[in-house]
């Protein structure tokens, strides 16, 4: 058996309060390991707090609290990043889509924060909603000094793809890759390398397709990842060992290697 990890997820969200920990239990059991990841300073902290072998944390500030950001926000990202259960900075980006902050404050949340991972030779998690100009020219000055770049969740066609992988970036899909009308995200899987390919759930967001509209869970990324061997025209076996050997270089996680 081969086992992934889920390299997005949210089980610090309150809809994990009432079962958490066997949602963890479950994921532990199926996946390699899994990373929780903050869109707040508490919710990273959170992320943190949940961290034990099979559980890292990502913290960030997501672009819908891009205001938030000020010297005093970034001071408290740098102590939540220097924890060693810290594998990365996210998820930070920009969503032009929902503009809960203005565009103007998104923009230099994710410089300062991209230029923190720089400074603790972190990577980082991005999320990008209809915001691929600002997004390429913002990374560009910033991935040489990066270890590396994941796009979360990814949201574009086969274009944006290859202009993310052509800066540098890997490419994370999530369950919305398996819905029957989500065919320029499996055309822009087409064209990802594998050596660039990473699957994620999103949890409590996104179920994959036999699980549409319920609650997501880490061990969902199962079936995202089934899809996308299916995308790619390989065996299940040989997909899963290019994304958690993917995951690897990019969070530095080696799970309990359980293949
Ligand atoms: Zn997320």
Aim: charged share 25%.
């Amino acid at each position: 058996m081969n086992h992934i990890p889920d390299t997005h997820c949210h089980l610090q969200d309150p809809r994990f309060d009432a079962d958490r920990m066997e949602v963890l239990d479950r994921a532990l059991d199926r996946l390699d390991w899994i990373a929780v990841v903050g869109d707040t300073l508490e919710s990273s902290g959170a992320a943190l707090a949940l961290a034990r072998p099979g559980v890292v944390a990502v913290v960030g500030v997501h672009p819908y609290h891009a205001e938030s950001v000020d010297d005093g926000a970034v001071d408290r990202l740098r102590d939540l990043a220097a924890h060693p259960a810290a594998a990365a900075l996210g998820e930070i980006g920009l969503d032009y889509f929902n503009e809960f902050a203005p565009r103007a404050a998104q923009r230099p949340a994710f410089e300062r924060q991209l230029a923190l991972a720089a400074e603790l030779g972190k990577p980082v998690v991005v999320h990008n909603r209809e915001a691929d100009d600002d997004c390429l020219a913002i990374l560009r000055g910033h991935m040489p000094a990066l270890p590396a770049v994941v796009m979360h969740c990814f949201g574009g066609g086969p274009e944006s793809a290859a202009a993310f992988v052509e800066l540098g970036c890997f490419i994370s899909f999530a369950g919305n890759l398996t819905f029957p009308k989500a065919q320029k995200l499996r055309d822009a899987a087409a064209v990802v390398p594998l050596d660039r390919l990473l699957a994620e759930t999103d949890a409590p967001y996104l179920a994959p397709q036999p699980r549409r509209g319920q609650r997501c869970e880490p061990a969902d990324v199962l079936l995202t990842a089934a899809e996308l061997a299916r995308v790619k025209g390989l065996d299940p076996a040989e997909l899963k060992d290019r994304l958690r050997e993917n995951a690897r270089r990019v969070f530095g996680v080696r799970g309990p290697c359980r293949s």
